[in-house]
């Protein structure tokens, strides 16, 4: 094996070594956020619906992300998106509520299916395209792509 070879196989080592840990953190289904960590301002439990859902589903991509990790070892971006993830689902709890209210609504009206789409986009493009580092920062992008489509719909 010349050294490349075995520089390389030493990298995907380690790679899986810090996976396989990584991946045991997200090995049951993500916990809602802990109600004793509401937002103090917050009394809706739709908006407390909403800031699990946004949680879950970043997690869920998190997990994915370590999943992807594993399958392409020599892409090494996909680890440090999951960590980044993880820290934006640890931020939910402190996206303003009026921002979490738009957010709960876009689900629930016409644009429901636009909406998930555009954040499902938006989660796979943290730590590759996006400059998201914060849940606050996801949500307004994603609110941004909503009512743009929105406005466009009401032009037609």
Request: hydrophobic share 35%; proline share 4%.
């Amino acid at each position: 094996m010349s050294e490349i070879e075995q520089e390389q196989a030493q990298r995907a080592e380690s790679l899986n070594n810090a996976v396989r840990g990584t991946m045991e953190e997200f090995s049951t289904k993500p916990q809602p956020i802990n109600s004793n960590r509401r937002h103090p301002r917050n009394e809706s439990s739709e908006i407390d619906d909403a800031r699990d859902a946004l949680s879950e589903a970043i997690l869920e991509t998190a997990r994915w992300r370590l999943e992807k990790a594993e399958q392409f070892p020599n892409e090494p971006r996909n680890t440090p998106a999951a960590e980044l993830l993880k820290r934006i689902a640890a931020s939910v709890i402190d996206v303003p509520d009026d921002l979490m209210r738009g957010y709960s609504e876009a689900w629930h009206d016409e644009m429901a299916s636009q909406t998930s789409e555009t954040q499902s986009v938006l989660l796979r493009d943290i730590g590759f395209r996006s400059a998201s580092d914060t849940a606050t920062t996801l949500v307004e992008h994603l609110m941004e792509h909503v009512d743009d489509a929105r406005s466009d719909r009401a032009r037609r």
